[in-house]
Structure formats: structure tokens, C-alpha cells
Nanobody, 122 residues
Framework: EVQLVESGGGLVQPGGSLRLSCAAS????????MSWVRQAPGKGFEWVSA????????TDADSVKGRFTIGRDNIKKILYLEMNSLKSEDTAVYYC???????????????WGQGTQVTVSS
């Protein structure tokens, strides 16, 4: 059974930092691209960042470029999202998602985690 379990969310002040983690199990982690997707209150899903299976290629949404960094540890089977210079508009539930393929290019997902809440507020 595929499981994606996010952690690391919480309340942070504007300009602060958080590191999200996603522990993966039930599939061969190193074979698949992974992404982070978020949903702000009352809004639709927004793709945030993606990384290929080997970790050598990443891509980010313009809204987070230069502030967020996606990474992965294929030994520990963990996906990360380092978030810096956080803004109120980053407030959302953040989901770890598994891609069908090893490349992030097509962005087609088959499994989602339960999500972790990130709130940016003073």
C-alpha cells in the first residue's frame, strides 16, 4: 500500500522558514518523480515544486521560485520542501504527491498524502 505522510507544517511569521517532509512507503521511491502541491483556503490546487526520480532535476512555480527548494533522500525515502521568506499568500495545505513517471515533465499524479497545514501570519 502506497503511503505518503507529510510533516513539518505549522504557524510561522512572515519572512520565516519551515521545512516540510514527506515519508514515502509502499513503492520503489527512487523510480518516481515527486511534487508538492498546495491548496489555499477557498482556492483550487496549485502545483509548487517537482523533482525527478534521481533528484538531479527540479522545477518550481514562479510564485515560489528563489524562496522554496525541493529535495529528496532516496535512501531514507523522504521528500523535502525547504521554504524560506514565507509570505501570507503561502498559507495553504501542502500535499506530497507521487508522479506516474520518473520525470516531472508531464505532472501526472497517482497518489497524494493527507496534507500538512502551513499558516503564515503575524
Amino acid at each position: 500500500e502506497v503511503q505518503l505522510v507529510e510533516s513539518g507544517g505549522g504557524l510561522v511569521q512572515p519572512g520565516g522558514s519551515l521545512r516540510l517532509s514527506c515519508a514515502a512507503s509502499g513503492f520503489t521511491f527512487i523510480n518516481y518523480a515527486m511534487s508538492w502541491v498546495r491548496q489555499a483556503p477557498g482556492k483550487g490546487f496549485e502545483w509548487v515544486s517537482a523533482i525527478n526520480s534521481g533528484g538531479s532535476s527540479t522545477t518550481d512555480a514562479d510564485s515560489v521560485k528563489g524562496r522554496f527548494t525541493i529535495g529528496r533522500d532516496n535512501i531514507k525515502k523522504i521528500l523535502y520542501l525547504e521554504m524560506n521568506s514565507l509570505k501570507s499568500e503561502d498559507t495553504a495545505v501542502y500535499y506530497c504527491v507521487k508522479d506516474f513517471r520518473s520525470s516531472w515533465y508531464f505532472g501526472e499524479y497517482d497518489y497524494w498524502g493527507q496534507g500538512t497545514q502551513v499558516t503564515v501570519s503575524s
